[in-house]
Nanobody, 123 residues
Framework: QVQLVESGGGLVQAGGSLRLSCAAS????????MGWFRQAPGKEREFVAA????????YYADSVKGRFTISRDNAKNTVSLQMNSLKPEDTAVYYC????????????????WGQGTQVTVSS
């Protein structure tokens, strides 16, 4: 069982930056691929980024590639999402999730989810 708690959301102007963090409980954090998803109002939840267990491989949605960076610290049981050059269309609730799959970019790959943190980008 893994419990995930996101933090770092907020209101930012277009072009600005935010850093989201996700703290995980449990001793097996390094066994999980970690991912970030987001859900905008009236839309389905979508994949944003994922990072493999060792942190050596990362994956991004095309819409955030070059602007967002996912990282993890297995010693601290945390995964982060650095978001730069934010756009109004990045406005959404952002969720942290954990997967036992080696390659996990689909929502149904993930077993555990955080409660989400709101990111609002004003134009």
């Amino acid at each position: 069982q893994v419990q995930l708690v996101e933090s770092g959301g907020g209101l930012v102007q277009a072009g600005g930056s935010l850093r989201l963090s996700c703290a995980a409980s449990g001793r097996t954090f390094s066994s999980y691929t970690m991912g970030w998803f987001r859900q905008a109002p009236g839309k389905e939840r979508e994949f944003v980024a994922a990072i493999k267990r060792s942190g050596g491989n990362t994956y991004y949605a095309d819409s955030v590639k070059g602007r967002f960076t996912i990282s993890r610290d297995n010693a601290k049981n945390t995964v982060s999402l650095q978001m730069n050059s934010l756009k109004p269309e990045d406005t959404a609730v952002y969720y942290c999730a954990a997967s036992l799959a080696t390659y996990a970019v689909r929502e149904d790959n993930y077993l555990y989810w955080g409660q989400g943190t709101q990111v609002t980008v004003s134009s």
